[in-house]
Every structure is written in C-alpha cells, then in structure tokens.
C-alpha cells in the first residue's frame, strides 16, 4: 500500500474542508435513534412492527403495566421522531408504524428486530424485551 500524503494544515488557517456535514439529516437520525434508545420505546416498536393491524393504547398500557399518560408520553416521543402514527376511533387511540417511514430507518427496524413480524399478533405478544 502506498502512503497517501496529507494535506498541510496550518493553525488558524483557511483552507478548502475535506469532509461535509448534512446536519439536517444527523438531527433527523439522532431523533430516531434516541426514541429506539429507550426500552419501553423500543418494545413498542416491536410490537408496531409485528403487528398485522394498528395496536390499542390500552393494549400498551395493560402489556407494560404502566398509566396511559406514561403510554402516551412514549408514544408522543416516538411520533416526534416520525416512526408511528395514531387514529382515533371512539375515545381509544390505535397506533402503527408510519406507511412513508426512510429505507435507511427501515433498515434499523429490520436489522433490530429482524422477525419479529411473525412474533406479535395478538395484545397478548405486545411484552416488553
């Protein structure tokens, strides 16, 4: 392998920058990951991602033993972040996994929790990993 020669920097310098930064797409992909960094989040998600029809919120609520408002708050991190979205029907909300999500966040989806799609298909799969 032959050595590669590096550019001379000089301290207090200007040159031509070596690398580009997309920040918009390092925020967009910081937002995904800190919502997925969280165990109740993250098991969520895998439930969504197993499930064949939008999940209740008091199917999360009765699965993680916690209080709606908590579900809710959750849930209200992961539609920041852009992976679910919610439909109301009577005075219950259901949540999927948003239709339009990145290929590059499918792909997470995919690597981390690979089958799960064939492990949660009724409120009483929804536990938490």
Do not use: N
């Not at 920040?23 to 165990?39: D, F, H, I, M, N």
């Not at 690597?111 to 298909?121: E, P, V």
Request: net charge neutral.
């Amino acid at each position: 392998m032959l050595p590669t020669e590096l550019p001379v920097r000089q301290r207090g310098g200007c040159c031509q920058p070596l690398v580009t930064v997309d920040s918009a797409w390092a925020e967009e992909t910081a937002e995904v990951l800190k919502a997925l960094g969280e165990p109740t989040r993250l098991s969520m998600v895998r439930a969504l991602y197993g499930a064949e029809a939008p999940v209740c919120i008091c199917d999360f609520t009765a699965a993680f033993e916690l209080s709606q408002p908590t579900i809710s708050h959750h849930m209200g991190k992961l539609k920041t972040a852009g992976l679910v979205e919610s439909t109301k029907q009577g005075i219950w909300i259901y949540y999927r996994l948003r239709d339009d999500l990145a290929p590059a966040t499918r792909a997470v989806l995919r690597a981390l929790l690979g089958d799960a799609k064939s492990t949660a298909r009724t409120p009483e799969a929804i536990r938490p990993i």
